[in-house]
């Protein structure tokens, strides 16, 4: 497609149940970041891609955290054992290379029952 | 730590007249500065980008000021719009570490006709 795509737009779970959200970012960007929101503010970093890099993960706010990617395509945030807290709407961005502007999907929003 | 932050939380403006919203950033090492708005459900969308070797850069009916003296980013929008109502935010990252990007909290922008 022609921008970031997120999936699913929307998810609502339990409290302590595992979730998976996903990100296909635009085809041939090299760098992908995970953001979190929360209602009204701003964008938290989480974890950021480069290529076949190692992963600068120093963002993620627990160990229930954690993401994935392939090579320079899909990307996948999981959160295990979900908290109230996690609810927030999760963005997933691209570049062509680090340190260039950013294109956004619309969000995962997610809320923890 | 770093903090990027925002005057106004909330500016309301007429339709036609110019707008200004501010941003304040504390790290001296701040290289990078990028402007995104969004629109409410959506994922933020760029605007303009700024380098620290400049201290203006215009696009169409937008310009941003850059003051490294007192660690300052301005976004002016000329003759605003109803379609540009939504919430604004800068964005900064360090020289050193373009792997992160550190978003203000945001400033809504309320265009009335």
């Known amino acids: 497609g022609a921008g970031v795509s997120q999936s699913p737009s929307n998810k609502v779970t339990e409290k302590g149940k595992d979730v998976e959200l996903r990100c296909d970012p635009i085809s041939g960007h090299t760098a992908l970041y995970w953001y979190r929101q929360r209602l009204g503010q701003g964008l938290e970093f989480l974890i950021y891609?480069?290529?076949?890099?190692?992963?600068?993960k120093s963002g993620l706010p627990s160990d229930r955290f954690s993401a994935e990617r392939t090579g320079e395509s899909v990307s996948t945030l999981t959160i295990q054992r979900t908290q109230q807290e996690d609810s927030a709407v999760y963005l997933c961005?691209?570049?062509?290379?680090?340190?260039?502007?950013?294109?956004f999907g619309d969000g995962t929003r997610l809320s923890i029952l | 730590g770093e903090s990027v932050g925002l005057h106004l939380p909330t500016l309301s403006v007429q339709e036609g007249d110019n707008s200004i919203i501010n941003c304040a950033y504390s790290n001296s090492a701040s290289d990078y500065f990028i402007w995104y708005k969004q629109e409410s459900g959506k994922g933020p969308q760029f605007i303009i980008d700024?380098?620290?070797?400049?201290d203006k850069r215009q696009g169409q009916r937008v310009t941003v000021l850059l003051n490294k003296t007192v660690k300052h980013l301005s976004l002016q929008i000329a003759a605003t719009q109803p379609g540009d109502s939504a919430v604004y935010f800068c964005a900064e990252t360090p020289g050193y570490n373009f792997n992160k990007f550190y978003f203000g909290s945001g400033t809504k922008l309320n265009v009335k006709p």
């Open positions: 891609f480069q290529g076949n890099s190692a992963p600068d």
């Open positions: 700024i380098r620290s070797n400049m």
């Open positions: 961005a691209s570049s062509f290379y680090r340190g260039q502007p950013q294109h």
